[in-house]
């Protein structure tokens, strides 16, 4: 069993700064790909940021150039999100995810992945 637990998010003014993290943990050996997401009230849950054991990573359009996706390069048991530039549209709830698929991409998380509770994300204007 692979548990998630999120933390780091809160309550920012319109340009301000958060790092979320991602503490992993149990039996990890087949985790190869590891995501944020991030659901609005009312809206569809949307991918965030994703990267793969192998160091590779892919952003969703709105979070290029201002978000940052990395692993604690040691035992990659830490997940990060660095945000900056925030805006009130990132205010959401953004989750934590794993998986053991082989292709690292937004598509391939389902029910059966692995997911955090989640840590909210309010950006104020």
């Known amino acids: 069993q692979v548990r998630l637990v999120e933390s780091g998010g809160g309550s920012v003014q319109s340009g301000g700064s958060l790092r979320l993290s991602c503490a992993i943990s149990g039996y990890t050996d087949n985790i190869y790909c590891m995501a944020w997401f991030r659901q609005a009230p009312g809206k569809e849950r949307e991918g965030v940021a994703a990267?793969?054991?192998?160091?590779?990573?892919?952003y969703a359009d709105f979070a290029q150039d201002r978000f940052t996706i990395s692993q604690d390069n040691a035992n990659k048991k830490t997940l990060y999100l660095q945000m900056r530039g925030l805006k009130p549209e990132d205010t959401a709830m953004y989750y934590c995810a794993a998986d053991i698929s082989r292709v690292c991409a937004y598509s391939v998380f389902r029910a059966t992945s692995y997911w955090g509770q989640g840590t909210q994300v309010t950006v104020s204007s």
């Open positions: 990267i793969d054991s192998d160091g590779d990573f892919i």
